[in-house]
């Protein structure tokens, strides 16, 4: 981007709450079942009947308000959002509109290591629509209703984003936190996360904020910033170019790379927004929203500050391992199984993550428990095995969940740490090498590398690396 220009971002994001039954009404919110066999009168919006509010919903978004460092308004209310659209078969959305439950609040991010805070506007609740399917060559299309009525939050934040990698940050940030609460699994492929995204770009210095335009359906955390830097890159062009830009609603195709127009934005005003008729206002007991804050599990930021303290992590490892609560709790259970913390994080973020990501497993997914890791760490401390043999035994135990020892004794992995038969193998190389040796003696240090490679080629990495540093030394200085 241009030194004189800075974008300007904020995120609109859908959570589906993880309730059992709908918003207002008791059908199912399980995903994958078969088109419209989770439909009710109420959620495809039959004449004369009325909705009730779901009081898990209610509770989420209070928790969800909590955590994010809002006011919880104790006096709200719902109201209708008017538009015509084949999977909205009431005509309007139940949704919130200028007394929402949650207000005022902020969560903190992490980008490109400096840490910054990100205000949000609003938590409000509303139901979702239906789903049209559009498929084959033919003039129509389908309408499933099942997720008409599924419980939403849209958390909205304010114009504080600046990059694109500071926008996919703080959706991370915020999908570990709905997990952490319980309030939402955050699956972006099956859409119970989904995020839009309003850009506009506008002269470093300036606080007044340029036109707008609004990116729908944002599927996941890498398209977040793809879309992003496509877009801004096209509102440059377009004012270099001599252009206007023009407030509108785009697509993001993943497929080329680029947003599309849609539509036109629309002004709140198009929706003729009035007050609910068929659902009383909100008033939020504030024994009750205390018993809820009383509630809440310890929560990520206060986490993470504890492993640095307790744990004494970097900030960085901190943050890989607080970023999911299940992450956090498998960690902790390794340390608490004996495993040194350092150790424990360095096996975690490195190997046993990419294992998991080459088979796209979550931690919960993982064959491996805790306490194996930790007796490997264990062997490693104790001199039995190396940490090049580690690797292996690492991987074998992933794959088989068998203990590290097992292991180790059925693959004859046990680390030589026997001076005799060290210093028979360092004599027979440091023999074979004279130019080296000859080299190394004049000067040239950094050849203790190579040495040190050929003994443990020798042993198929099975000698203590140490005494092999030693005992060449050792030799060399004869």
Not at 198 to 210: F, K, M, W
Not at 390 to 396: G, N
Request: hydrophobic content about 35%; aromatic content about 6%.
């Amino acid at each position: 981007m241009p030194m004189d220009y800075e974008a300007v971002i904020g995120l609109e994001v859908h959570a589906q709450m993880l309730t059992e039954s709908k918003i207002f009404c008791g059908c199912s919110t399980k995903f994958g079942a078969p088109p419209n066999t989770q439909t009710c009168q109420i959620c495809i919006g039959m004449p004369g009947v009325l909705p009730v509010l779901n009081r898990k919903a209610l509770e989420f978004a209070v928790r969800t308000g909590l955590a994010t460092n809002c006011t919880i308004s104790q006096y709200s209310r719902f109201a209708r959002k008017n538009y015509f659209y084949p999977d909205l078969p009431k005509g309007y959305q139940i949704s919130q509109y200028e007394l929402p439950i949650c207000e005022h609040g902020h969560i903190d991010i992490i980008a490109d290591g400096e840490r910054k805070r990100i205000g949000i506007t609003r938590i409000h609740m509303e139901e979702d629509a239906g789903k049209n399917i559009h498929e084959g060559n033919g003039s129509y299309s389908f309408v499933d209703l099942n997720r008409a009525g599924v419980p939403l939050m849209e958390i909205v934040s304010e114009p504080d984003i600046r990059t694109p990698k500071e926008a996919s940050e703080y959706m991370r940030k915020l999908r570990g936190l709905l997990r952490s609460l319980g309030v939402c699994d955050g699956n972006m492929e099956q859409g119970s996360l989904r995020c839009d995204a309003n850009v506009s770009i506008r002269p470093v210095g300036s606080t007044g904020l340029g036109v707008k335009v609004e990116m729908k359906n944002i599927n996941s955390f890498r398209f977040v910033e793809k879309a992003l830097e496509y877009e801004i890159k096209r509102q440059l062009r377009t004012l270099e170019e001599g252009g206007k830009i023009v407030q509108e609603t785009r697509l993001w195709d993943p497929s080329s790379g680029k947003t599309q127009s849609m539509r036109t934005k629309e002004e709140a005003h198009d929706y003729r927004y009035f007050p609910e008729p068929d659902l009383v206002p909100l008033v939020a007991d504030r024994e009750w929203i205390d018993d809820i804050q009383a509630s809440l599990p310890e929560l990520p930021d206060a986490k993470r500050e504890r492993f640095i303290s307790d744990y004494a992590l970097s900030e960085y490892d901190a943050e890989l391992l607080i970023s999911e609560r299940a992450t956090a709790d498998w960690f902790e259970e390794t340390v608490k199984a004996g495993g040194p913390p350092k150790a424990a994080a360095n096996w975690m973020i490195g190997d046993l993550t990419r294992l998991l990501n080459e088979e796209n497993r979550t931690i919960e997914e993982c064959p491996m428990r805790p306490v194996r890791l930790a007796e490997m760490i264990r062997l490693i401390e104790e001199g039995i095995i190396s940490g090049k043999i580690a690797k292996t035994v690492f991987e074998e135990m992933y794959r088989t969940g068998k203990d590290a020892e097992q292991i180790v004794k059925e693959k004859g992995l046990t680390q030589i740490s026997d001076s005799g038969e060290l210093e028979k193998t360092v004599e027979e190389i440091v023999a074979k090498h004279p130019k080296e040796v000859g080299r190394f003696r004049g000067g040239d240090e950094k050849l203790i590398g190579f040495f040190v490679g050929q003994v443990m080629k020798a042993t198929r990495g099975k000698a203590n690396p140490q005494m092999v540093n030693e005992l060449l030394r050792k030799k060399l200085a004869e």
